[in-house]
């Protein structure tokens, strides 16, 4: 067979080159055509061969119905036995648009349509051109998605081809699709409304028109027998790549993405990630690294999840003509379109979700010089503190100094003020400044000018990552932090309380600051331990 594609204005179609679509529709023929969720592949939906063609020329099972698409309200009597009055509301409130309804059918509607089942899918388009064959072809036209059973529906006259080039006789290209995923395929014959297929019509707006609660059947249920309604049975919108779907807040999503895309990379494979928008910059790096191996493909903003959705199965394809081997995919809110979104993702991963990876413990280190009263003290306060206050993120602390000596033991001042705080510094033991602890280090806090001073001359890659306590709380610390060696308990005493009252300023501001690194895969470079468990210094 030689497919004919005919160029049709999307807004405008020339009624002529319709005819010539409707004339195969008529003979037996298959068109695809577009509508504004994908295209469809139709054939006349009361002639059993041409819905077989159907079939045979997507290779799709026979126990997977079809739906039949009408272009007016009064095409649909015939093809059912009754219309509930909840069904004749929606259809008064979505029609034409991608709202698809269950009705028990009738006796015109052949048996190899509804894949044996007492109901038949219906819809009405809201597209020019889909309007315009369906009215010249006088016929209802039965039409899933015009690609090869279980992959990416189309949503240009291109992935048609891509997909069915050679297997049908006309492709009708009016562009591309405005929505991008199909319609929502309601059922309305239970106590409550289910929607089988979340799609172009949102839950919420089902519901408020329906003034009831509506369902939803869960995406990865299983089907016994045939399904009551396409895409509940089989997998869908697959990929050639290994697909997987990310889960998280969308910055843990980004991490996970750019540690795991990073391990398949070193291996030699290709990566491509589906992102939102406003993660796109952050994957730049891992571009420049492994360059022709790596692709980030923009779905857009996660505010606009109509662009999303229009971009999903082009950019899933395009993720293929990349080659790429793995295709790892961000997961958005699910609200609104952001159902249908979710949904088809998750066919087309499979199911395969990717948890966050492990958040790695934020990591400080104080510097004072001896190591044995000001750094370790300020150690076991933020400990303390940062575990009073409930903090969101694994903590590791340590501390060393500039000048120590190893193996001396916490100054016996030091221990007394502290155990009155409940904290025990029994088992610390002084430490020099080594380079490791410098490049494990995500924030050093010094306790004077001078300690800074001499961390930055010795390891000038802590610029940017170094301060002193000062700079950090600002005025509850005058200046420098004093040093109590040599002066007493009370000394010692007064050190720890501004230790502590500096540290409760403090703990907000290492969440936020702008020294922490960003990126998972940045802080998983240095190799240190996820565990959270705090080192003693």
Same mark, same amino acid.
């Given at each position: 067979?030689?497919?004919?594609?005919?160029?049709?204005?999307?807004?405008?179609?020339?009624?002529?080159?319709?005819?010539?679509?409707?004339?195969?529709?008529?003979?037996?023929?298959?068109? !695809?055509?577009p509508t504004e969720t994908v295209y469809g592949l139709g054939a006349n939906a009361l002639d059993p061969d041409a819905v077989t063609g159907i079939f045979r020329a997507k290779g799709r099972p026979a126990d997977n119905p079809i739906i039949v698409h009408v272009s007016r309200p009064e095409m649909l009597r015939p093809l059912v036995t009754s219309v509930p009055p909840s069904a004749e509301k929606l259809i008064f409130r979505f029609w034409?648009?991608?709202?698809?309804?269950?009705?028990?059918?009738?006796?015109?509607?052949?048996?190899?349509?509804?894949?044996?089942?007492?109901?038949?899918?219906?819809?009405?388009?809201?597209?020019?051109?889909?309007?315009?064959?369906?009215?010249?072809?006088?016929?209802p036209v039965a039409a899933p998605s015009a690609n090869v059973s279980g992959r990416p529906s189309p949503t240009s006259a291109s992935d048609v081809l891509e997909d069915l080039d050679g297997k049908v006789d006309v492709v009708l290209d009016g562009g591309p699709c405005e929505i991008g995923v199909e319609s929502t395929v309601l059922d309305l014959s239970g106590a409550v409304p289910r929607i089988l297929r979340p799609g172009g019509i949102p839950r919420e707006e089902i519901a408020e028109a329906l003034g009831v609660p509506v369902e939803v059947v869960s995406a990865e249920g299983e089907v016994e027998g045939a399904p009551p309604s396409p895409g509940m049975k089989y997998r869908h919108y697959a990929p050639?790549?290994?697909? $997987?779907?990310?889960?998280?807040?969308?910055?843990?999503?980004?991490?996970?993405?750019?540690?795991? !895309?990073?391990?398949?990379?070193?291996?030699?494979?290709?990566? !491509?990630?589906?992102?939102?928008?406003?993660?796109?910059?952050? $994957?730049?790096?891992?571009?420049?690294?492994?360059?022709?191996?790596?692709?980030?493909?923009?779905l857009g903003p996660r505010s606009d999840p109509a662009k999303i959705a229009s971009r999903l199965f082009s950019s899933i394809r395009w993720a293929d003509k990349l080659g790429a081997s793995v295709i790892l995919s961000e997961s958005f809110d699910e609200s609104g379109l952001g159902l249908a979104i979710a949904n088809r993702l998750t066919k087309a991963s499979g199911g395969k979700i990717l948890p966050p990876a492990s958040a790695h413990p934020l990591t400080v280190l104080f510097v004072c010089t001896g190591n044995t009263c000001r750094s370790p003290m300020a150690e076991a306060l933020l400990r303390k503190v940062w575990t009073d206050r409930g903090a969101p993120r694994d903590l590791r602390v340590f501390s060393r100094g500039t000048g120590a000596l190893p193996g001396i033991p916490a100054a016996r001042e030091a221990q007394a003020v502290m155990k009155k705080r409940g904290v025990d510094m029994s088992g610390h033991v002084s430490m020099p400044l080594l380079p490791s602890d410098v490049e494990s280090s995500d924030i050093i806090v010094a306790m004077t000018k001078a300690h800074k001073e001499a961390i930055l001359s010795r390891f000038p890659t802590a610029q940017g990552k170094t301060f002193t306590l000062q700079e950090l709380a600002g005025e509850v610390v005058p200046g420098d932090v004093p040093d109590p060696l040599g002066r007493g308990?009370?000394?010692?005493?007064?050190?720890?309380?501004?230790?502590?009252?500096?540290?409760?300023?403090?703990?907000?501001?290492?969440?936020?600051?702008? !020294?922490?690194?960003?990126?998972?895969?940045?802080?998983?470079?240095?190799?240190?331990?996820?565990?959270?468990?705090?080192?003693?210094?």
């Amino acid at each position: 067979m030689k497919t004919r594609v005919i160029q049709v204005d999307p807004v405008e179609p020339d009624p002529r080159a319709v005819e010539e679509a409707a004339a195969v529709l008529r003979g037996g023929g298959l068109v !695809a055509f577009p509508t504004e969720t994908v295209y469809g592949l139709g054939a006349n939906a009361l002639d059993p061969d041409a819905v077989t063609g159907i079939f045979r020329a997507k290779g799709r099972p026979a126990d997977n119905p079809i739906i039949v698409h009408v272009s007016r309200p009064e095409m649909l009597r015939p093809l059912v036995t009754s219309v509930p009055p909840s069904a004749e509301k929606l259809i008064f409130r979505f029609w034409p648009g991608p709202l698809t309804l269950l009705f028990p059918k009738s006796t015109a509607v052949p048996d190899i349509v509804t894949a044996g089942l007492p109901r038949v899918a219906i819809r009405m388009p809201d597209h020019p051109v889909a309007h315009l064959l369906i009215d010249a072809a006088q016929v209802p036209v039965a039409a899933p998605s015009a690609n090869v059973s279980g992959r990416p529906s189309p949503t240009s006259a291109s992935d048609v081809l891509e997909d069915l080039d050679g297997k049908v006789d006309v492709v009708l290209d009016g562009g591309p699709c405005e929505i991008g995923v199909e319609s929502t395929v309601l059922d309305l014959s239970g106590a409550v409304p289910r929607i089988l297929r979340p799609g172009g019509i949102p839950r919420e707006e089902i519901a408020e028109a329906l003034g009831v609660p509506v369902e939803v059947v869960s995406a990865e249920g299983e089907v016994e027998g045939a399904p009551p309604s396409p895409g509940m049975k089989y997998r869908h919108y697959a990929p050639r790549g290994e697909m $997987y779907l990310l889960s998280g807040r969308p910055e843990e999503q980004r991490d996970t993405a750019i540690q795991r !895309a990073e391990e398949i990379l070193k291996n030699g494979m290709s990566v !491509a990630v589906l992102s939102s928008s406003e993660n796109v910059p952050a $994957y730049l790096g891992l571009k420049e690294k492994f360059p022709g191996l790596f692709h980030v493909i923009e779905l857009g903003p996660r505010s606009d999840p109509a662009k999303i959705a229009s971009r999903l199965f082009s950019s899933i394809r395009w993720a293929d003509k990349l080659g790429a081997s793995v295709i790892l995919s961000e997961s958005f809110d699910e609200s609104g379109l952001g159902l249908a979104i979710a949904n088809r993702l998750t066919k087309a991963s499979g199911g395969k979700i990717l948890p966050p990876a492990s958040a790695h413990p934020l990591t400080v280190l104080f510097v004072c010089t001896g190591n044995t009263c000001r750094s370790p003290m300020a150690e076991a306060l933020l400990r303390k503190v940062w575990t009073d206050r409930g903090a969101p993120r694994d903590l590791r602390v340590f501390s060393r100094g500039t000048g120590a000596l190893p193996g001396i033991p916490a100054a016996r001042e030091a221990q007394a003020v502290m155990k009155k705080r409940g904290v025990d510094m029994s088992g610390h033991v002084s430490m020099p400044l080594l380079p490791s602890d410098v490049e494990s280090s995500d924030i050093i806090v010094a306790m004077t000018k001078a300690h800074k001073e001499a961390i930055l001359s010795r390891f000038p890659t802590a610029q940017g990552k170094t301060f002193t306590l000062q700079e950090l709380a600002g005025e509850v610390v005058p200046g420098d932090v004093p040093d109590p060696l040599g002066r007493g308990e009370q000394a010692y005493e007064e050190t720890a309380a501004l230790l502590e009252k500096a540290l409760e300023l403090v703990v907000p501001k290492l969440l936020t600051h702008p !020294a922490l690194p960003k990126e998972q895969g940045d802080r998983s470079a240095s190799g240190r331990s996820a565990s959270g468990r705090s080192a003693s210094g």
